[in-house]
């Protein structure tokens, strides 16, 4: 499918309809605090680190986005708050005026009914070469393993550097990210937070949430963790940093 490829910048048409577009995330996804710190400043911020992509079948219709951020690293090792933690830092970036000398990537998220032909791959390749285009040499992005949700108990130190037989990874998305140059560094243990209540769950989930302990819910890579007594459960997402050096 040819796609045509633009910022947000490029085509402030698509800021109203940006987040509207159809997706598959589970609907606690959209529940973690600090993604507010990004998506409702995204158009205005960082307009030029959002993509957009339409196609010829039908012009104006959002067919996948992608999302950067620009942050201040300063040296030091990526962060092991992982997604939460480059958008604070690139909240405070901005905020502070000083100059950003890293980037993440957020997302990619195509339309549920192209899903499969390799679009994400493209914006992959499109996010790269945006990076580079305005100037990183380098493109972090905390990845969240697309198979890891079939195996919540799984400690993501095991399922992030698991590889098949040719020895690339054996989760598809971590699989993307390493055949378009992408080296996996390491876990970030605790790269989005979500927290509520057992009612707030409820409404997330549809599950009970009436007992203290572990809870399996679809779409999380680990178990949420929910304790009656205390009127709250949490969720501790890991992701996998994987860096992609830029030339």
């Not at 911020?45 to 039908?58: H, I, S």
């Not at 951020?69 to 939460?84: T, V």
């Not at 992005?141 to 799984?154: C, D, G, I, Q, S």
Request: charged residues 25%; negative net charge; proline residues 9%.
């Amino acid at each position: 499918m040819p796609l045509k490829i633009t910022t947000l910048a490029e085509r402030p048409e698509f800021g109203p309809v940006l987040w509207n577009m159809e997706s598959t995330w589970p609907v606690f996804m959209f529940q973690d605090p600090i993604a507010d710190l990004f998506y409702p400043f995204a158009d205005t911020a960082y307009p030029e680190y959002v993509l957009v992509a339409d196609d010829d079948t039908q012009p104006g219709r959002l067919v996948a986005r992608a999302c950067m951020i620009p942050y201040r690293a300063g040296g030091a090792e990526l962060p092991d708050d992982g997604w939460d933690g480059v958008v604070r830092r690139g909240w405070l970036t901005r905020e502070r005026g000083t100059r950003p000398d890293a980037v993440s990537a957020l997302e990619i998220t195509v339309r549920p009914d192209l899903q499969g032909k390799g679009l994400s791959s493209v914006m992959l390749a499109a996010m790269r070469e945006r990076a580079a285009r305005h100037g990183f040499s380098e493109l972090v992005a905390p990845v969240r393993p697309n198979m890891k949700h079939l195996e919540p108990h799984t400690p993501m130190s095991e399922y992030a550097f698991r590889t098949r037989e040719d020895g690339l990874p054996y989760d598809a998305w971590l699989r993307v990210h390493v055949r378009a140059g992408g080296k996996i560094v390491k876990v970030a243990p605790r790269s989005m937070v979500v927290a509520g209540t057992p009612a707030e769950w409820r409404t997330w989930s549809d599950l009970p949430f009436d007992r203290t302990g572990a809870v399996e819910v679809p779409g999380a890579l680990s178990p949420v963790h929910c304790s009656v007594e205390h009127d709250h459960a949490v969720y501790v997402e890991p992701n996998v940093w994987v860096s992609h050096a830029l030339h």
